[in-house]
């Protein structure tokens, strides 16, 4: 089946440094990806719709100079969180689908559990 | 966006049935109903998906309302590798994205 990967698995950085986390569709083309973020014990909050080629669309109250994702490629989508503090410490997930309809499933990454100290 | 309403949580025991249902009275004619269900700390996992007809896979099957303001999730036979938050999701389009709502967290007793 469509398998989504998402690297690191777990990152630890200090206050004020930037990390990035990568998300690659390893058996089909994503035109499109999907990164979401998840706080403990609740759901998943949609961040961003990464589209290859062209700039992410930002859901509201995200901040686009702070979470920065590049899609160059149909394989790969990055995002970056700059200038990381505390409050950005959470679970990062990244989807993708094989097709652009709503008649496919989605396929998830493993997750991304980032730590600002 | 149509949004969709699950039970907090759901309990079955082990080897016996579990119907989890999902109401999504706002749904249009074009969304797709799809499940997710996800264990601690790790992503999503896709179950299943209908528009209008009742499907059937591997893991699960879905029954679909006739005027499709509501569904039901079924696992026919809860194992302890079920226990998970479980999400019932419109695809909507046209962005096609994936909103979650809280979903329903399943315990599987032994």
């Known amino acids: 089946g469509a398998v989504v990967s998402q690297h690191p698995s777990r990152v630890i950085c200090k206050s004020g440094t930037s990390v990035k986390i990568e998300c690659r569709s390893l058996d089909f083309q994503a035109t499109t990806m999907f990164w979401y973020r998840q706080f403990p014990k609740q759901s998943l909050m949609l961040m961003a719709t990464s589209n290859e080629g062209s700039k992410a669309t930002y859901e509201q109250g995200v901040e686009k100079d702070k979470f920065l994702i590049n899609h160059a490629s149909l394989t790969l989508s990055t995002l970056t969180v700059t200038s990381a503090h505390p409050e950005d410490s959470s679970f990062y997930i990244c989807?993708?689908?094989?097709?652009?309809?709503?008649?496919?499933?989605?396929?998830f990454g493993n997750g991304t559990r980032l730590t600002v100290t | 966006d149509a949004k969709t309403t699950q039970p907090n949580s759901m309990e079955s025991n082990e080897e016996e049935p579990v119907h989890l249902p999902c109401n999504h009275s706002t749904i249009s004619g074009t969304d797709y109903i799809h499940w997710y269900r996800q264990l601690p700390s790790q992503g999503p996992e896709y179950v299943i998906h209908?528009?209008?007809s009742n499907v059937n896979n591997r893991m699960a099957s879905l029954a679909i309302a006739e005027d499709r303001k509501s569904s039901t999730l079924i696992l026919h036979r809860a194992t302890l590798r079920d226990a998970a938050v479980y999400y019932c999701?419109?695809?909507?389009?046209?962005?096609?994205?994936?909103?979650f709502g809280a979903g329903t967290r399943l315990t599987v007793k032994p």
């Open positions: 209908g528009l209008t």
């Open positions: 989807s993708a689908s094989p097709g652009q309809v709503q008649n496919s499933p989605l396929h």
């Open positions: 999701i419109l695809r909507a389009p046209p962005a096609d994205d994936m909103r």
